[in-house]
T-cell receptor, first 111, second 114 residues
């Protein structure tokens, strides 16, 4: 079983729909990251959170530490939101942090 | 302010060859991490360099080695290439000094093994 599990693996929706991507993890973490990867391969960091909720534009990320669960929400989705969204947890060793990634959720927003 | 830059962007090698990938961290960052991302999978941690030393290592064989230079740039070397080494190799930089530091990613090097 992977340390970080995402669902769904693939998601197709119509423009304007509310999107939710879920992430569960099974290990202790320093922080949880939501990342966006476009077809070219580059990864952009969307959020880093260790408690509560963060909002940036139409994106909202929440985390429940007790339940080891996080969600990424996209309101008023747009075709430009189409990408792979990856959840990753930061694990610290001797003051360093490495990221353990989920397998990603491929999101397609149709106009 | 330049972000993380990686070179080359694409590379084709044959089995048994050796390859070197390069990474320049974001200005002001001193820690470099390398990840391997196979097609359709999430990235896997290879190793991390800080102060020119390997600080952490993931579950990768000794064929994978690295180096960090005094200017914080880094190289990833892979010897005796296998078909299974075909992947996108991502470099990420961050600041040392504790947990919870955000990592900034380069666009990756896509390595194809024939």
């Amino acid at each position: 079983k992977n340390e970080v599990e995402q669902s769904p693996q693939n998601l197709t929706a119509q423009e304007g729909e509310f999107i939710t991507i879920n992430c569960s993890y099974s290990v202790g973490i320093s922080a949880l990251h939501w990342l966006q990867q476009h077809p070219g391969g580059g990864i952009v960091s969307l959020f880093m959170l260790s408690s509560g909720k963060k909002k940036h534009g139409r994106l909202i990320a929440t985390i429940n530490i007790q339940e080891k669960h996080s969600s990424l929400h996209i309101t008023a989705s747009h075709p430009r939101d189409s990408a792979v969204y990856i959840c990753a947890v930061g694990r610290g060793v001797h003051g360093a942090q490495k990221l353990v990634f989920g397998q990603g959720t491929r999101l397609t927003i149709n106009p | 302010d330049a972000g993380v830059t990686q070179s080359p962007t694409h590379l084709i090698k044959t089995r048994g060859q050796q390859v070197t990938l390069r990474c320049s961290p974001k200005s002001g960052h001193d820690t470099v991490s390398w990840y391997q991302q196979a097609l359709g999978q999430g990235p896997q941690f290879i190793f991390q360099y800080y102060e020119e030393e390997e600080r952490q290592r993931g579950n990768f064989p000794d064929r994978f080695s690295g180096h960090q230079f005094p200017n914080y740039s880094s190289e990833l070397n892979v010897n005796a290439l296998l078909l299974g080494d075909s992947a996108l190799y991502l470099c990420a930089s961050s600041l040392a000094g504790g947990l919870g530091q955000p990592q900034h990613f380069g666009d990756g090097t896509r390595l194809s093994i024939l």
